[in-house]
Structure formats: C-alpha cells, structure tokens
C-alpha cells in the first residue's frame, strides 16, 4: 500500500510529511501521456513504458545490501510499521559524505530507466546536495507518486518521475493523476507567480510538454531536479540534522528516531531568530495550500493588496506561508540554486483572468512583484540562516551572497508578467528584450498556460 498525503496516522504525522510540495512546480504539466494514470501490474514486462502502480517498486540495483528491506520498510502506512535503524538506517553516518554508490543502493523505481536518469543527474551534484542524503533513508522513484513529497514515517524522499523523462515512450511512464491539491483556493481573485529565473529574467531550463512528441536533452532535466533534490533532501536535514545521525539509538524506528530528536530540528532554530510575521498571509497559505475554506475577504482581496503583505515579509514565496517546514525548505533551495547556477527567484501577484482556461500573458496584470526576491533585505539574512542550518554554508557560499547577488527590484505594476521579467539593467540595454515572452506567449497561447503552471510552484488555483 503506499503512503500518501491523504493516508496519515495522525495530526503529528500530518505535520512530518512534506510534499514539494507540489513541486512538480518547475518542470511539466500533468498532461498527457501514459495510461491515463490507470496503474497495471508490468508481470515479467521489463522496462515498458507504462504507468504502474507504487506497489510494484523494486530495488533499482538488485544487489543492493539493503534490497531486501527497501520495499517492505518505505510502502508503510502507520507508524507502527516503520523499520528499525537496525533494518534500515540513514544513507549518512552523520560524520562522513555518503557516496554515489551508497545513495544509488537505495533506490526503488518502478521502472528501470528512473534510477538511470537519477544515477546520471546525481553524479553531477555538488557535495553540498549528496552530503544532504545523509538525512534519509531511501528514494522512490514512482509512476504514480505526485506530488514529490519526504515523509519522517520512513525517512525517506518520494520523487515524481515527471523530472526525469527523456524521451516519448518514457513520458507513458508518469501518470496523469492530479495533484490532490488543484482545486484549493479556486474562488480567490488572484493567482501567485514564480519564476526561477537566470540572470537576464528568461527561464533557467526551457520548458517542454508532456502532451507531445517533444524529447528533452539531458541537461534541460538536469537542473529542475536538482533543484527539486535540494528541496526535499531540505525536508529531511530538518527533521534529521547530519550531526544528529551519529547519536541515535538504532534500536529505534526511523520515525520514532526523528521524535527522539524533536529538540533540535533546524525549522525551530529559523523561527526562534527569524519568524514570519505576516498574519494575513499565514492564513492565505492554509486556504491555497491546505485545502481550508477561504473567506468572503480573502476571495475578494486584490493581488496589490497582498503585495502589500508580502512586501513587509521575509518569505522568499507564497509558498513558505504553508508550513514552516516549506519555509525553511524554500529559503535553502533559493540559496544554493543561486549560488551553483546563477539563478534568481521573480515572484508576483497577478489577478486571475477572467477566462481562466483561455488566457494569453496580456491577462496577467502585475499588482505587486519583485525580481531577484532572494536579494530583498528582509528575505536574504532568514535564507542565509536557513542554509547554515543545512549546508553549513562554505566561503564562497556567504562570499557570493555579499558580493555577486545583484539587488532586488520592483516589478511595474499594471505591466503584465511577462514584460516584468527582465532586470532592469538588461531592459536598458536591450530594449527589445522585454517583450520576448510576451510574443512568444502570443504564438503558442496553450503552451504557454501549461508554463504558466510550471513556472509557478504549488499553484493550485491555476487552470487545470
């Protein structure tokens, strides 16, 4: 049986399992391809390509010293079932970096070419990102697993495999299933905007449909993912902090070994210092986030009224206002995404169009945003903390953060998203660069509303 959101023991369990959070955010739309999210048993079918059920999960190497265990110890649904240390312990010692081949051992796929394509991305990782698996205790790669999520019932990462594919036959691989999410905040007249953007505004990775014939090369996957990586291996730093690993009873369970040291989780440690003080945003996150009925106020706020918030806040995205477990999440991801690939955070409120199926970037009207939103003075000292707490940020890490980071910048309200993109310093030196997206937008209306979508992690009020 697999384990989901939906399937908790318990409010506290609730509480330790952290979806990326819907963070098939900044890859794919879930469109098209495989069975129509119909999961089958493959029998003795090998690597076909179609969509199969969680429960079918296998080690990835067949020689792997923990194959035995991996599948009975993830697949788990009560606490009560979580395996011993002894069985199964964390990837790290807690004193040394875990190696390609230690991480790879733990590995579950449904479909052989998954644990590929991770193997292949994870030997290009920073040692910052594969000293992060030490905190986790395996990864599962599914057809059916949306959205991405950590969960300390097992200590383990699940990953969408809609980050991974390559070619046509392995797009029939990732299901079509919903995001249980898509419909929270539905009534609410604006929509939030993310784009992890390189330094001239465009998009860090091109993006591709998962509903054509398009193929995509490996270094156009390569960064989403990790991206995604870093965000979830966050996730489990926070509940099972490195130095903490080489003290733990192995004769607890991985959940009850993350409870025996609630005291020192790194979330607490960032709101002690550095707590978001945004009350209405906090309850804007629960209604976008976690499902709650929005009110007749929040349905009518303007989306320059929540910049107002936002600009008097120190989350780096809407976001962070989920949990503050996302919080910190977020903050790191944002840091070491800046620091290893020159990237920025843009993030905006627009209003909702009025036909949300049918919408070009001229609808989307600009209220408030910022570019560069890492860079703001209120957001920058939270995410050097947060990735302390993590990383233990090297040098080069803080160096970069004081001398190369450029500024954060207002974004021109009543401009639409697109035309809002591009700093300020490039727009005056190539004043044609402003309306790239926008025409682009204009040629492929529907390609760019699947963007839209990815673009803009955990944006579930966003057409479907």
Request: glycine letters at 6%; hydrophobic letters at 40%; aromatic letters at 10%.
């Amino acid at each position: 049986m697999k384990f989901s959101v939906g399937k908790v023991v318990s409010t506290v369990v609730l509480t330790l399992v952290l979806g990326a959070c819907s963070e098939r955010d900044d890859d794919q739309a879930i469109v098209g391809g495989g069975t129509g999210g119909i999961a089958i048993d493959p029998g003795t079918g090998g690597d076909t390509f179609e969509v199969r059920g969680t429960e079918f999960v296998y080690p990835y190497r067949a020689n792997s010293p923990h194959g035995s265990v991996l599948k009975q110890c993830i697949l788990i649904s009560t606490a009560a079932e979580s395996c011993a240390l002894t069985t199964l312990p964390f990837i790290g010692d807690g004193v040394n970096q875990p190696t390609i081949d230690q991480i790879m051992d733990r590995v579950l796929v449904t479909h052989d070419w998954m644990g590929e394509r991770f193997e292949a991305v994870v030997r290009t990782a920073p040692d910052d990102l594969l000293n992060m698996f030490s905190s986790t205790t395996a990864i599962l790669i599914g057809s059916e697993v949306r959205p991405s999520f950590y969960t300390a019932l097992t200590g383990a990462i699940q990953i969408d495999p809609i980050y991974l594919w390559s070619s046509v036959d392995e797009k029939g691989s990732v299901s079509l299933q919903e995001d249980f999410r898509s419909d929270f905040g539905a009534d609410l007249q604006f929509w939030f905007l993310r784009r992890i953007a390189g330094a001239d505004g465009q998009s860090l990775w091109p993006y591709y449909s998962l509903e054509d014939a398009s193929v995509r090369p490996f270094e156009d996957l390569r960064l989403p993912l990790m991206r995604l990586l870093f965000h979830e291996l966050a996730h489990a730093t926070d509940f099972m902090p490195r130095p903490q690993i080489a003290t733990l009873d192995t004769s607890l369970s991985a959940w009850d070994a993350v409870r025996s040291i609630s005291d020192h989780w790194l979330s607490p440690a960032l709101y002690a210092q550095f707590p978001l003080t945004g009350t209405e945003l906090q309850s804007f996150g629960q209604v976008m986030y976690q499902g709650e009925t929005a009110t007749d106020a929040q349905n009518a706020a303007t989306p320059a009224q929540l910049g107002q918030f936002m600009s008097t806040d120190g989350a780096i995205q809407m976001y962070s206002y989920s949990t503050p477990r996302e919080d910190l999440a977020q903050l790191v991801e944002g840091v070491v995404m800046a620091y290893y690939y020159d990237s920025i955070v843009n993030v905006g409120f627009t209003n909702k169009p009025v036909d949300d199926t049918n919408y070009t970037c001229n609808d989307l009207l600009v209220g408030w945003g910022q570019r560069n939103r890492l860079a703001d003075p209120l957001v920058n000292p939270r995410a050097r903390l947060a990735t302390d707490l993590v990383v233990n940020m090297s040098a080069g890490m803080v160096s970069y953060l004081d001398n190369t980071l450029s500024d954060a910048e207002p974004m021109n309200p009543g401009v639409h998203w697109c035309d809002n993109q591009t700093p300020v310093s490039i727009a005056a030196s190539q004043p044609d660069t402003r309306s790239v997206d926008s025409t682009r937008s204009t040629e492929s209306a529907e390609l760019f509303r699947e963007k839209i979508r990815v673009e803009s992690p955990v944006h579930p009020q966003s057409p479907k």
